[in-house]
């Protein structure tokens, strides 16, 4: 058995700020003013805090509709724009193929597929503009597919939009991964810790764990704040932590971690 005393860090759990309200956990003026959390916060289907996830923030998916439609329609113009006339020579043998129609049916195509492909960037790159931020990646991106269109290269630029967007889901996907991982972390905190007051032990939330109390950690209990230890020695399972099998042996000053058991 062993006492460990809570510091600041632990004993000052986080919130909004003075005088916000918001539906979670953080205050909403440290979010970066990256614009793909503004156009996440602006979709009206949306509710909740995109910045942080909200519930539906979780759900967003770039494969809709018109981004698959996009797509076939990428395919589409890519292939004729490349092998068009081959293609004409064998469904037609003998027959010309108007070459306006090869060249301007394949361009519509991938102009309409980069509309539905890259929709969110370019209505993101242009809200920014009116609020003053220009030079972000949406930005950056209808830069450099516009000016791919300027100079003719059309599946060029459906693609840089294409693989951008991709890469912005998986590192979505990576994001939420990451945001449960800590939720579930934070999960096996206690929600009750026993301090030591005048001899006596007694259960409080752990939320009310003040700077400099007492807690009193028994064989099996997890320790709900970080803290130091005060007296006693004892080793600690932190796998759940640190993902070390082996226990660690603690004593008099040093550090414990929330949720290291005893």
């Known amino acids: 058995m062993s006492s460990i005393r809570g510091d600041a860090a632990a004993a000052e759990r986080g919130g909004h700020g003075e005088g916000e309200e918001a539906c979670c956990e953080h205050a909403h003026g440290d979010c970066g003013a990256d614009g793909r959390q503004d ?82 960037v370019l209505l993101t790159a242009g809200k920014n503009i009116l609020r003053g931020r220009v030079f972000d990646e949406n930005f950056l991106m209808t830069i450099a597919s516009v000016g791919a269109f300027v100079i003719g290269e059309y599946p060029e630029a459906v693609a840089v939009m294409l693989f951008y967007e991709i890469g912005e889901f998986f590192q979505g996907m990576a994001v939420r991964h990451s945001r449960k991982s800590i939720a579930s972390l934070l999960d096996i905190r206690p929600d009750t810790a026993n301090i030591l007051v005048d001899g006596e032990i007694r259960e409080i939330p752990a939320e009310r764990v003040a700077v400099g109390d007492v807690v009193l950690l028994r064989p099996g209990d997890k320790a709900p704040l970080d803290g130091v230890v005060v007296s006693g020695g004892s080793s600690l399972d932190m796998k759940a932590l640190t993902g070390e099998s082996l226990p660690v042996d603690v004593g008099e000053g040093d550090r414990v971690l929330s949720g290291s058991i005893n």
């Open 39 to 120: 156009r996440d916060a602006g979709d009206p289907g949306a509710t909740g805090c995109a910045c942080c996830g909200g519930e539906d923030a979780d759900d967003e998916t770039i494969w809709n509709a018109p981004f698959i439609v996009g797509i076939v329609l990428f395919v589409l113009g890519f292939v004729f724009e490349h092998f068009g006339g081959s293609i004409a020579e064998t469904l037609f043998p003998g027959a010309v193929a108007p070459p306006a129609l090869l060249r301007w049916g394949p361009a519509v195509a991938l102009l309409v597929a980069y509309l539905f492909i890259g929709r969110n």
